[in-house]
């Protein structure tokens, strides 16, 4: 569900600033600004990764064949 997948993020989230890491792109390894994380506090990729990553899923999803 949303509040499990959610929780998952959160506690992803506190293990990176528990290890140093949280704030840094797992994608690119640039600084996430600050501006994201107060807004999306658990975010793994700044917004240029996201978004390369949101356009990669969403073409997957399309190209899934229907079940």
Same mark, same amino acid.
Not at 15 to 26: S, W
């Given at each position: 569900?949303?509040?499990?997948?959610? %929780?998952?993020?959160?506690? $992803? $989230? *506190?293990?990176?600033?528990?290890?140093?890491?949280?704030? !840094?792109? #797992?994608?690119?390894?640039?600084? !996430?600004?600050?501006?994201? *994380? $107060?807004? !999306?506090?658990?975010?793994?990729?700044? !917004?240029?990764?996201? #978004?390369?990553?949101?356009?990669?899923?969403?073409?997957?999803?399309? %190209?899934?064949?229907?079940?």
């Amino acid at each position: 569900t949303l509040t499990c997948s959610r %929780l998952r993020q959160v506690e $992803a $989230a *506190l293990a990176r600033l528990a290890h140093g890491d949280y704030g !840094i792109c #797992e994608s690119c390894g640039e600084t !996430i600004s600050p501006q994201r *994380l $107060a807004a !999306i506090p658990w975010a793994e990729r700044c !917004i240029g990764c996201e #978004e390369v990553h949101a356009t990669r899923f969403k073409r997957r999803e399309h %190209l899934r064949p229907a079940a």
